[in-house]
């Protein structure tokens, strides 16, 4: 089961038809540490939430915001004005090829709880005026994300609200790590959806090459992935399942890109769901919120 940090305040919802818990931090970055019923965690721990508040080192349902996996350099051209990033500063963290990544919101503590009931959640982060986010990020806007658990069916709705006139690219994800306790890895089943592969260089950037992938349902074995995608449609489905369980991602809205997150040696799966795909901030190829508010939706089912 997932292990809590005293320093944090953990919320709890529970699914009013169910024995299915899911629990959620606000002070560290809204991160989603547990989806758990009958003794049995389906979210992969890693090193757990000590490593992500103190490293960034990612675990459970972390948002990956204002950009989802990495940028090929360390700055990016929005109508003519460069954004320079600084990596170790304003939340900016680098991979191993000093690239920045996953964004600056991890463990980020400014997040406003506004709604709570014993099935949901609701929380604000307000990016106008903050200098640090800014920095990074200098759209102005207001963030929302609405939990609710119900049915067996965790689901995360994501607003983007621009509060000026500039517009808001849109280029964040999730990044669930999913598991099936007692089950060996290699029996663990993953369905994925007809796709469209992309391409990677050695840092991991899309080459601009797109492959297809068919609709498949085979067991993990000893595959690793690390993959990207684009061509998601709305409703799109991805599962793993094993042991009698299934969990399913559902792509409700808004999430036209996927990465795929198999690594050698860790018991999870990774399906995250992306509002653009990798470097999209760079080459501009993003959706955008105008004038008005913006929502992405993802349901994760567990039966």
Excluded at 26 to 40: R, V
Excluded at 221 to 237: E, I, K, P, S
Excluded at 269 to 288: H, I, K, N, Q, S
Aim: net charge negative; with cysteine; hydrophobic share 40%.
């Amino acid at each position: 089961m997932a292990q809590s940090d005293p320093a944090f305040q953990n919320v709890t919802l529970h699914d009013p038809s169910s024995a299915l818990t899911a629990t959620f931090v606000p002070g560290a970055g809204m991160i989603g540490t547990s989806l758990a019923a009958d003794g049995i965690e389906y979210l992969g721990q890693r090193r757990g939430l000590t490593a992500y508040v103190a490293d960034g080192k990612t675990m459970g349902i972390p948002l990956l915001y204002p950009w989802a996996n990495r940028l090929s350099a360390n700055s990016y051209d929005v109508d003519g004005a460069v954004v320079t990033l600084t990596p170790g500063a304003g939340g900016v963290r680098a991979d191993a090829n000093g690239l920045p990544i996953h964004g600056v919101l991890a463990a980020y503590p400014g997040w406003l709880v506004t709604a709570r009931t014993d099935n949901r959640l609701t929380a604000t982060l307000d990016y106008s005026g903050n200098p640090r986010l800014l920095a990074a990020f200098p759209f102005p806007h207001v963030l929302t994300q609405d939990i609710t658990l119900a049915d067996r069916t965790l689901t995360i709705a994501t607003t983007v609200t621009p509060t000026t006139a500039a517009p808001v690219p849109l280029c964040f994800g999730y990044h669930p790590y999913l598991q099936i306790p007692g089950v060996p890895r290699a029996e663990w089943v993953l369905e994925t959806p007809a796709l469209r592969h992309l391409p990677v260089d050695e840092a991991g950037i899309p080459t601009g090459a797109q492959q297809e992938w068919p609709a498949s349902a085979e067991p993990l074995g000893t595959r690793t992935l690390d993959d990207g995608f684009t061509g998601v449609q709305d409703g799109a489905v991805f599962a793993l399942s094993g042991g009698g369980r299934r969990l399913e991602v559902i792509y409700e809205q808004g999430y036209p890109a996927a990465q795929l997150f198999a690594p050698a040696g860790d018991e999870l799966v990774a399906v995250e769901p992306m509002a653009a795909t990798t470097d999209a901030l760079r080459r501009g190829d993003y959706a955008v919120a105008a004038g008005g508010p913006v929502t992405a939706r993802f349901a994760i089912r567990v039966s």
